[in-house]
């Protein structure tokens, strides 16, 4: 089974201890949404940011269980290094949206559209860098209903994915400092793109595979 990443556990409990601490100061409502412009469009009462800061932990706990549950468990030793890498990018991510909510919240004018896309490119960066390595399971990575019906569909469907997620990853990147909501949705477009282009081309590579 995965190892438990002890650092990123102490920082998440920080990171939640640090929400009590900083309760008291926040307003009673906090911004919880914005639109494409970086434009606060919701708000929450302050009692959700336990929600937001407990998240990152609920979702490691969930991810490090679900290897134990999956009928294809040891697949996931043969890409330990993959699921643990895009645990730890996405478990840092949402603990960097939980402070950023936090931080706007309590008055700090930060770029959220900005930091928001350059941390959603690295991440499709990351995850596309290592979908490669990523073994066939039912959890973990692209799961269409090719793709989990064959290995070869699996296998050259992540290969092609990967480069997807890597180019749709430097876009969002390129995209950041842009405040342009018909360029931002561009980004997203591209996105819902590839994910077309991926589940059409498993389809075809399961359908030649069976064959």
């Not at 708000?43 to 937001?52: H, I, K, L, N, P």
């Not at 932990?57 to 643990?84: G, Q, T, W």
């Not at 400092?177 to 389809?203: D, H």
Request: proline share 4%; with cysteine.
């Amino acid at each position: 089974m995965m190892k438990i990443n002890k650092w990123l556990i102490v920082l998440v409990i920080l990171s939640i201890i640090a929400t009590i601490v900083i309760y008291p100061k926040l307003p009673d409502k906090v911004p919880m949404h914005w639109n494409f412009k970086g434009e606060i469009d919701g708000y929450g009462d302050r009692t959700s940011v336990f929600a937001t800061a407990t998240l990152p932990l609920i979702l490691y706990i969930l991810m490090v269980f679900i290897p134990r549950i999956d009928p294809k468990k040891e697949s996931y030793k043969k890409h330990a290094k993959a699921y643990e890498i895009t645990i730890l990018a996405m478990t840092l991510l949402f603990i960097l949206l939980h402070w950023i909510t936090i931080s706007v919240g309590l008055g700090y004018e930060i770029p959220v559209d900005m930091i928001v896309k350059i941390c959603i490119g690295i991440l499709f960066i990351i995850i596309g860098n290592y979908m490669g390595q990523i073994r066939h399971n039912y959890f973990f990575g692209i799961r269409t209903p090719w793709t989990l019906a064959s290995e070869t569909s699996w296998r050259k469907t992540h290969k092609i994915g990967g480069i997807g997620f890597i180019i749709v990853g430097i876009l969002f990147v390129i995209a950041s400092p842009i405040r342009n909501q018909i360029f931002s949705m561009l980004c997203f477009v591209a996105l819902m793109i590839l994910i077309v282009i991926v589940t059409v081309y498993s389809y075809f590579v399961y359908k030649k595979d069976s064959q």
